[in-house]
């Protein structure tokens, strides 16, 4: 399979992320490892506590995004965004969309066609007693995957995880550490047509804090 870097971003400095759109309130900063986020409102507020951070790029429907992650604490859950589009070939950010300020509805029923990969997911008691990562495609909050979860609690990730996912065609593949954790298969008709270009977003759920670097975009 040939890979063409189309974008890279080692989000090490706040100059790194200037162009980025944060929908939702956060609390983020830069270590000599990398980019971490946390949420800034309280945890109690539920869904309103939680933000997506979207890299403003326009990316081709075939792709492969690379990032690192550690998680820093344990509680809360993680997400990529991908092939986020608007509905009717909006753009993500066009300003007949309804706004959008991080709770979760917004974003997997609202006005926006994307698919999300839920990771690390250790939110609620049954995503702590049984780690899988999910696969999702909206509008539609349709489950289209699912595979058992690599990624350990906090206290034993002594390093990061290379993430990987693929969309190419009507394929879609995820890897942690390069170990295939699932892949879907879409018909374009069952949960909708096929997703083509579109925008990347990380979506952290409070009060989860974790550390990113090292985003890579690939044109498959």
């Not at 309130?25 to 986020?37: K, N, Y």
């Not at 075939?62 to 690192?68: A, K, L, N, T």
């Not at 539609?140 to 906090?154: K, N, R, S, T």
Request: charged fraction near 25%.
């Amino acid at each position: 399979m040939n890979h063409s870097l189309i974008y890279e971003n080692p989000l090490k400095a706040e100059t790194d992320i200037e162009n980025f759109i944060l929908e939702g309130q956060a609390r983020i900063h830069f270590s000599e490892e990398g980019m971490e986020m946390e949420n800034a409102l309280s945890g109690s507020l539920g869904q309103k506590a939680n933000y997506v951070l979207w890299c403003p790029e326009e990316f081709p429907e075939d792709i492969r995004v690379e990032w690192e992650f550690k998680p820093l604490t344990d509680m809360g859950l993680c997400m990529l965004f991908f092939g986020a589009a608007g509905k009717d070939g909006k753009d993500l950010f066009d300003r007949s969309l309804a706004e959008r300020t991080g709770e979760y509805a917004q974003y997997h029923s609202g006005d926006i066609n994307t698919f999300h990969v839920s990771y690390f997911r250790r939110k609620e008691p049954d995503e702590r007693a049984f780690h899988t990562c999910n696969l999702r495609k909206s509008c539609g909050f349709h489950l289209v995957a699912q595979g058992a979860d690599p990624i350990p609690g906090a206290e034993d990730a002594s390093d990061f995880y290379q993430i990987a996912v693929e969309k190419q065609g009507n394929q879609v593949r995820f890897f942690v550490n390069q170990l295939l954790v699932f892949t879907f298969e879409d018909d374009g008709v069952t949960y909708g047509p096929l997703l083509g270009k579109g925008k990347i977003g990380f979506r952290q759920l409070a009060p989860l804090k974790a550390c990113y670097r090292n985003l890579k975009v690939y044109a498959l």
